[in-house]
């Protein structure tokens, strides 16, 4: 049935919304997004008011005002005549503006949620887990491309705020979603949904990984029986995850028995179809779940294997994930920016048996980082940096391993240390935060310094 936008628009006009945290990727294009149609909003955000005045000014310029902005602590105060919240995925509901409402009985969403209704016309599938997203949706996507228009968006970096119309311009619409974005959903609802695995992070958030895992598995939560939920059965806690109310189906890189796709002997098995891994431009052992899981989805939509066999073939996946940005000097330097918890790590490390020059640190997520010490064989050196280095030089206790706080120093100091032959990985498990503003920006800063430091300049 096609949605009515026009009462859509309608019903939201009698609100009033409070935006709670006005971030670049959300608040702001909720803010734009509602200004221009009408929707009285307020915004409240814990900066202080002159961080947010380059945002207001940016709205300002566009003819847009907030009724009210509340700066500074988020108290129950701004909840004046607010009849239902927007928040950002990163703003905890724990926060006392946010609990606040929720003790009110007041709708708190975030942009999945309070837009649903204006896409839940299109098929819709939606991907999370702890590693992988953002390559599986990005993926899905240029698969399911084959089928008509697709529309990607989510934790991927672009919000449905921002991307309205492409989401009402196509076809099917694929979301990566983090845990964040799947607490306390009430109505959006995945036609095909998949969760990737589950393994330590945001412990900051989470109380333990049951909960954690439990929030996951939560993005199939309004699902109904003619929907799919795809599970990575290798992982133990998605294995025993056993809901009655939508269609399961069950993935694995280890078995074929009990699931309906699999990864063996180098090859992918979806339904009666059989694609050679040698055959796909994405590489890495990282990727078999990655791809496993995008082949599913796209079989479940329909998609014509000759059409999947041409995406694999060209699709060479994206930057700052395990990303090969040269050889200098007979040695090989590897972007894994992304990689901002052990899991992660970990799965990086597995593509290589030996002579691995390897790079972690930055800001403190509270992880476990012992589970690296299985990995100490592939390692010639560890080098550890940033405000987390030292206590992981020390947790790991890796013979051998050096300390440097600064980024450059720390990737001048790994460079030296390598031959030829050796690979050297900027793999962090950790945030970029103490020294970059995201992991994008910390990944070109190594490309250029691992080029420079291993080129004949910088090892003279």
């Known amino acids: 049935m096609a949605v009515d936008l026009e009462a859509l628009w309608q019903e939201l006009r009698r609100e009033v919304v409070l935006v709670v945290g006005l971030s670049p990727r959300t608040g702001l294009p909720a803010a734009k997004l509602l200004g221009r149609q009408g929707v009285r909003f307020k915004v409240s955000d814990a900066a202080p008011r002159a961080a947010l005045e380059p945002a207001l000014a940016e709205l300002a310029r566009l003819g847009i005002v907030p009724e009210d902005v509340f700066s500074g602590p988020q108290l129950p105060a701004a909840l004046a005549g607010v009849t239902r919240l927007v928040v950002a995925p990163g703003v905890p509901r724990t926060v006392p503006l946010v609990a606040a409402a929720l003790s009110r009985g007041l709708p708190v969403e975030v942009d999945l949620d309070f837009l649903y209704p204006f896409f839940a016309d299109k098929r819709v599938v939606a991907i999370t887990g702890t590693d992988g997203k953002t390559t599986t949706t990005t993926l899905t996507g240029e698969l399911l491309a084959t089928l008509g228009p697709v529309a990607v968006a989510g934790n991927i970096g672009v919000s449905p705020f921002a991307c309205l119309d492409a989401l009402r311009a196509a076809d099917r619409v694929v979301f990566e979603v983090s845990s964040f974005m799947l607490e306390g959903l009430g109505r959006f609802r995945p036609n095909v949904a998949a969760v990737l695995n589950v393994a330590e992070d945001h412990v900051d958030r989470y109380r333990s990984l049951d909960e954690y895992a439990a929030v996951k598995c939560g993005i199939a939560r309004h699902c109904r029986p003619e929907d799919v939920l795809l599970l990575n059965d290798d992982d133990p806690r998605l294995a025993r995850f056993r809901p009655a109310h939508v269609a399961v189906r069950r993935l694995s890189r280890t078995r074929r028995d009990g699931v309906e796709a699999c990864f063996r002997d ?114 010639r050196r560890l080098v550890c940096y940033g405000e987390h280095g030292e206590r992981i030089r020390a947790v790991l206790a890796i013979p051998g391993a050096l300390y440097r706080y600064g980024f450059e120093a720390a990737v001048a100091c790994a460079a030296a240390e390598c031959r030829p032959g050796d690979a050297l990985v900027l793999s962090p498990g950790c945030t970029s935060w103490d020294q970059f503003p995201n992991y994008e920006v910390r990944g070109d800063a190594f490309r250029a310094l691992a080029a420079r430091y291993l080129g004949s300049e910088g090892r003279t």
């Open 266 to 379: 180098g090859a992918f098995e979806v339904g009666a179809e059989r694609y050679l891994f040698g055959d796909c431009a994405l590489r890495g052992q990282q990727n078999e779940l990655n791809v496993l899981t995008a082949l599913a989805i796209a079989h479940e939509e329909g998609a014509e294997p000759g059409a999947i066999r041409d995406v694999l073939g060209r699709f060479h996946g994206l930057r700052h994930r395990l990303e090969h940005v040269g050889c200098f000097g007979g040695v090989d330097a590897y972007d894994d920016s992304k990689a901002s918890n052990v899991h992660a790590v970990e799965a990086a490390l597995r593509n290589f048996p030996a002579n691995v020059v390897l790079i972690v640190g930055g800001r403190d997520k509270g992880l476990d980082f012992t589970p690296l010490r299985a990995h100490a064989h592939r390692l």
